[in-house]
């Protein structure tokens, strides 16, 4: 038995019922990561001897009777999810030697449910992009064809769980970083409710869209994962005060009565042929299953793009003004005086889309273009979010594909930054609205991933996730 | 409505980046390409409407004025490019 194909919630048992130990585990899931990931290239930073210390501690607490059910899983972390003592580059050269003083919460909780780490994983430079290929290091392989991007930006957490170079992980969802690349590679991703999971410790990017979720082999270890990370954080305070619910009680295998969305926007000109034909499929069979299924519409949902790429890039000018090499990472210049320090610390240290990224977002603000940019983007973002609570008073989730197109090939897009940017059309409004949303792998197109999107109303991740169950039963 | 060198000059200085004016011309050409895809967003009529600057509301979190553990400085120095004495060590900023 191959003990790093199996699930979370498989595994569990079997730590339970003393058939193999915490350690065993961990060694198996290292032991395939040295034989896969020569091809694979998902870890940026792998952490075998950190990883067989606490699968010794989670074991421990397993002869304890702890009932844990994360004790003694593999999980990976991306890349720009602080971790103490262990280096967290965010996929930049300017944060190349960054060991964090600090856990991200997320972490601490993980470690607290016992939960063992095995790497941090690739991703594109401060998550920003959909392939992996603007990383600072490396560009990570999908493992379902490895002449194929990933998907990004949390390319490497996808591609280790497909791999299965972990049995867990998590990555971070701006504008589709956790779903796109999920559907690339065949594997079960969520963007919780802004505001779900904590953000402290995570590296910001766009910290009005930044959300922090799980990449998993199947749905009942996403709702296993949700358990696990989320709920309110005195440091931060953007992390709501609300009750969070046991996910696992939402796993319930009917759809019937369940008012299903289908926004028409979402099919338009631009989505693979093929890609529709099976996500079309998908939300027939669930509507064989009794769910009921309507036509809704969005929109303003075709402004997604823009309204981003202003949002976005204005917040991540802000943020990333902390990179000036005078307290932590690359620092370039310094004999040439401050401002020269700074100018060529990040000059240096940045690639070119977060330059492109720093660049427009600081245009946008600047004195003169702010209400023609940024006030109309968040005007248009009301609409749209206006245009989902309409969606939302007629039914309880929508169903979409994820991304227009399963997996593109490396450099396929490089050239081309529109189609690489169309790549998270279909996510983007999700993120804009605060929204809910999952991605589920259903039938391939030429042999490549697809992914069905489920998106809910704000913190009823349980309706994404019972309409993603369902879906996952009847493909047995 | 299309950024010209100058601007691109003028934006990378505000944002402290040292890039060679063939850089900032390719990155210009790049962008405009960009906002001409984007330009459509001009059209949308939004006069009135509120804008949203977070998805969920959000309110302010108090907690009680209570002293807490923080980073303790020699591992927040720790890091640090260069430190001396307890402190961060940056190029001279006031001059003599």
């Known amino acids: 038995m191959e003990l790093h194909t199996l699930t979370a919630h498989e595994l569990s048992r079997k730590l339970r019922a003393r058939e193999i130990s915490a350690l065993e585990l961990t060694e198996a899931v290292l032991a395939h990561i040295e034989r896969v990931e020569p091809a694979i290239q998902a870890y940026i930073t792998p952490t075998p001897e950190l990883a067989r210390e606490q699968a010794k501690q989670a074991q421990a607490r397993i002869d304890q009777g702890d009932p844990s059910p994360l004790l003694g899983i593999p999980v990976a972390l991306k890349d720009n999810m602080c971790t103490e003592g262990v280096k967290t580059t965010c996929g930049s050269q300017i944060l190349h030697n960054f060991v964090p003083p600090y856990n991200a919460t997320v972490y601490r909780k993980l470690q607290e449910a016992g939960a063992v780490l095995v790497g941090k994983t690739n991703l594109d430079e401060f998550a920003m992009g959909s392939s992996t290929e603007n990383s600072g290091f490396f560009t990570s392989r999908n493992p379902h064809d490895t002449e194929r991007v990933p998907g990004g930006s ?323 | 409505m299309a950024l010209t060198i100058e601007d691109m000059k003028h934006v990378a200085k505000l944002a402290r980046l040292d890039l060679p004016e063939v850089e900032l011309e390719e990155m210009a050409r790049h962008l405009n390409a960009l906002m001409t895809h984007f330009e459509h967003l001009q059209a949308l009529p939004t006069e009135g409407v509120e804008p949203t600057a977070h998805s969920i509301p959000v309110f302010n979190v108090f907690r009680e004025d209570e002293t807490q553990p923080c980073l303790p400085r020699e591992r927040a120095l720790s890091i640090a490019p260069e430190a001396r004495d307890g402190l961060f060590i940056v190029p001279r900023i006031i001059e003599d």
């Not at chain 1, 996403?222 to 969070?244: K, R």
């Open chain 1, 154 to 476: 949390s390319g490497g957490s996808t591609a280790a769980v497909a791999a299965h170079e972990t049995i867990l992980a998590l990555g971070s969802d701006t504008g589709g970083s956790i779903r796109q690349p999920a559907s690339f590679c065949g594997v079960v991703g969520m963007k919780p409710t802004y505001g779900r999971v904590s953000r402290y410790g995570l590296v910001a990017y766009a910290s009005s869209l930044d959300q922090i979720g799980p990449i998993t082999k199947d749905v009942r270890d996403c709702a296993l994962l949700m358990n696990a990370i989320s709920g309110e954080d005195p440091n931060d305070s953007t992390c709501v005060q609300l009750p969070v619910p046991d996910f696992t009680d939402a796993l319930v295998d009917d759809v019937k009565g369940m008012r299903l969305g289908v926004p028409k926007e979402f099919f338009a000109q631009g989505v693979q042929p093929e890609v529709v034909t099976s996500v079309r499929s998908a939300i027939d069979k669930l509507a064989a299953a009794g769910a009921e299924v309507m036509e809704v519409s969005l929109p303003t949902a075709e402004y997604g793009l823009p309204i981003y790429y202003i949002l976005a890039p204005a917040e991540a000018s802000s943020n990333l003004a902390r990179y000036d090499g005078t307290r932590y990472g690359l620092r370039e210049g310094f004999e040439e005086g401050h401002i020269r320090m700074m100018e060529k610390t990040r000059a240096k240290g940045f690639g070119n889309e977060v330059l492109q990224r720093v660049m427009i977002g600081t245009y946008a603000l600047s004195a003169g273009y702010y209400d023609a940019f940024y006030l109309k983007a968040q005007q248009a973002r009301t609409l749209l979010r206006r245009d989902f609570e309409r969606a939302f008073e007629q039914c309880d989730a929508l169903v979409c594909p994820t991304s227009p197109t399963p997996a593109f090939k490396i450099g396929e897009l490089a050239d081309d930054p529109l189609a690489m940017k169309l790549a998270d059309v279909l996510t983007i409004p999700v993120n804009l609205a605060g929204l809910p949303g999952i991605s589920v792998p259903c039938a391939p197109v030429n042999g490549l991933p697809v992914g069905l999107q489920i998106i809910a109303k704000p913190f009823d991740e349980a309706t994404a996730l019972r309409v993603a169950y369902a879906w996952e039963q009847m493909q047995g």
